[in-house]
């Protein structure tokens, strides 16, 4: 079975690649990762090609929104892992428990759920609520 924090972990490099590859513009959504060519990387690469159908994505983040929004969400599809892992804008990531990670998924904006978030101000979360939305998992559309 696949480390899934290794594959967490290959996941950032994909989604920080493409963000700094397009002057730090994000991506509308997943599906540019998950129906992507699967690059071979050097022998002894600890790369992971990421399982992109397990992870949520919180759209329509600035560069400049607070660093404790998540920007992906990890839900394992084997239902025996009970917690998920949630990268944050601020680029680090971190796992919690079920409930917290349903609820980021419904509000992304209560940050003061995760460790050392702080409540965002209630006029910046008004505008996220009507700019940010969590796109659900995507399936790869590539030929098998």
């Known amino acids: 079975m696949m480390d899934r924090q290794q594959m967490y972990r290959s996941a950032v490099?994909?989604?920080?690649?493409?963000?700094?590859d397009?002057?730090?513009a994000f991506p509308t959504d997943l599906t540019v990762f998950a129906n992507?060519?699967?690059?071979?990387h050097s022998p002894g690469s600890e790369?992971?090609?990421?399982?992109?159908?397990?992870?949520?994505?919180?759209s329509g983040l600035k560069t400049n929104d607070p660093p404790q929004m998540p920007l992906m969400i990890y839900v394992s599809e084997d239902r025996r892992v009970k917690k998920g892992m949630v990268g944050f804008l601020g680029g680090w990531s971190m796992w919690?428990?079920?409930?917290?990670?349903?609820?980021?998924?419904r509000e992304p904006w209560e940050t003061?759920?995760?460790?050392?978030?702080?409540?965002?101000?209630?006029?910046l979360k008004?505008?996220?609520?009507?700019?940010?939305?969590?796109?659900?998992p995507i399936k790869s559309t590539k030929a098998k």
């Open 13 to 20: 490099v994909d989604f920080w690649e493409y963000v700094n």
């Open 22 to 24: 397009h002057n730090g």
């Open 36 to 40: 992507a060519p699967i690059v071979a």
């Open 47 to 58: 790369y992971t090609q990421p399982d992109w159908k397990s992870f949520y994505y919180v």
């Open 96 to 105: 919690y428990p079920p409930e917290t990670v349903e609820r980021l998924i």
């Open 112 to 123: 003061e759920l995760v460790a050392d978030g702080k409540p965002i101000d209630e006029q």
């Open 126 to 136: 008004a505008e996220l609520k009507q700019r940010v939305k969590v796109l659900p």
